[in-house]
């Protein structure tokens, strides 16, 4: 981390590498410095700094606009206000006013501010007991893994990686973060190491379908290697692997490519085969606490919301309607 100047100028402190920091937070050297705290220091998730960041920087831009030029001056009508016109879904209204929450806790915890204005301002309600995220139903997932040309690095990664997701509901960010020794041998089987949110690491035996697959990628395309990162990206035309991992967008541009090809018309992303898999599985007779433990949710409710057989019985039933 660069160091902060000694003499304060506006946008000093963030530094070579660091992002601004929005302008009401940045009138004094103190306020400047606690807010580029709070990203840096309590923030550890890189999406959920970068979406907090866009929040703070918005919400600065409305408050200039209106003529409040430094955050002592904002008060719970003004973040009310804010947060009433904000056009956009419940949940991303809800995510806005939660980082507004915690930024302007942390400055009063610095005694930046008094009080947080944000406190007593409420959000929209929002009540979900099904998720949105699409989900393949059992033939298309097996017609798109089957799609897959595995006579190429890139087939063979791309199939461990849909398979893991699907047999372990994986989270992305938790698939692209594995090592190559996150695969290992115990008690006669294949396991996977995940690394979850907060650091914590999630241990679970392979399905029989994915060890042969997750096998043959490190046999394969990662022949000789017991290092570095497990899903790699591909190095331009040439179909080799990089020793580089991965991004989300990588696989969500791979899961639409391997769609297209598949024929599959459900707009799948990185989650629909987590959602998918933990659907299967209870729908094949699984205990949704066990589901709740697979996936590694602190919640069971939170396991529910991939939880898409209603959908499905629904359908069976509209087709009764025989006209």
Not at 1 to 28: C, H, N, Q, W
Not at 103 to 124: E, H, M
Not at 288 to 298: D, F, G, R
Request: hydrophobic residues 40%; aromatic residues 6%.
């Amino acid at each position: 981390m660069s160091k902060a100047p000694a003499v304060y100028r506006p946008g000093g402190l963030a530094g070579e590498g660091k992002p601004p920091v929005p302008a009401i937070f940045d009138t004094d050297l103190h306020s400047a410095r606690r807010t580029l705290e709070f990203f840096v220091v309590s923030i550890r998730n890189g999406n959920t700094r970068k979406a907090y960041a866009r929040a703070a920087a918005d919400f600065s831009n409305w408050c200039e606009g209106r003529g409040v030029v430094d955050v002592r001056q904002v008060q719970p009508m003004h973040v009310a206000t804010y947060i009433e016109g904000l056009v956009m879904a419940s949940p991303s209204v809800k995510q806005r006013l939660a980082a507004l929450r915690m930024l302007f806790d942390w400055l009063v915890i610095g005694q930046v501010l008094p009080v947080n204005p944000a406190c007593s301002v409420k959000g929209p309600r929002h009540s979900v007991k099904k998720g949105k995220t699409p989900v393949l139903t059992a033939s298309e997932a097996r017609a798109l893994i089957d799609a897959i040309d595995v006579t190429t690095p890139t087939g063979l990664r791309d199939r461990a990686l849909l398979g893991l997701m699907v047999y372990t509901f994986a989270r992305v960010g938790a698939a692209i973060q594995m090592r190559v020794d996150d695969v290992y041998a115990q008690g006669g089987h294949t396991w996977v190491r995940l690394h979850e949110k907060g650091g914590k690491e999630h241990e679970m035996p392979c399905h029989h379908k994915l060890e042969p697959w997750l096998l043959a990628y490190l046999n394969g395309a990662l022949a000789g290697l017991c290092r570095g990162y497990l899903f790699r990206t591909i190095a331009g035309r040439s179909g080799m692997l990089t020793d580089r991992p991965m991004s989300q967008a990588d696989v969500f541009r791979m899961i639409g490519r391997r769609a297209d090809a598949a024929g599959i018309r459900t707009r799948v992303g990185c989650h629909s085969f987590r959602a998918t898999g933990i659907t299967e599985y209870l729908r094949n007779g699984g205990k949704l606490e066990v589901a709740q433990q697979m996936a590694n949710h602190e919640s069971a409710r939170t396991t529910g919301l991939y939880d898409r057989r209603q959908g499905q019985v629904t359908l069976d039933e509209i087709e009764r309607v025989s006209i």
